[in-house]
C-alpha cells in the first residue's frame, strides 16, 4: 500500500533535456531529493533542476 506520504513526496523533475520522477527524504532536519542518475547526468553545483507540483514547475 502506497501512503499519503509517500504520495506527497513523489515530483516530476527535469534536468535540460531529461525528465524523470523524484522523492524527498530528511536526513538530520534537512530535506534532499533523490533521483536516477540519468536524469540528472553531468549535473554540476549550481546548475538548476525544476520540479513539478500539480503541474506547475519550480525552480
Not at 23 to 27: A, K, L, N
Not at 39 to 51: F, L, S
Given at each position: 500500500m502506497i501512503t499519503?506520504n509517500?504520495?506527497?513526496?513523489?515530483f516530476?523533475i527535469?534536468?535540460?533535456?531529461?525528465?524523470?520522477?523524484c522523492?524527498?527524504?530528511?536526513?538530520d532536519d534537512?530535506?534532499y531529493?533523490?533521483t536516477?542518475r540519468?536524469?540528472?547526468?553531468?549535473?554540476?553545483?549550481?546548475?538548476?533542476?525544476?520540479?513539478f507540483?500539480e503541474?506547475?514547475?519550480?525552480?
Open positions: 499519503t509517500v504520495l506527497q513526496r513523489t516530476r527535469k534536468y535540460g533535456e531529461n525528465t524523470g520522477t522523492f524527498t527524504i530528511d536526513v534537512r530535506q531529493i533523490a536516477a540519468h536524469v540528472v547526468d553531468g549535473i554540476q553545483r549550481k546548475d538548476t533542476i525544476e520540479i507540483h503541474g506547475f514547475g519550480r525552480h
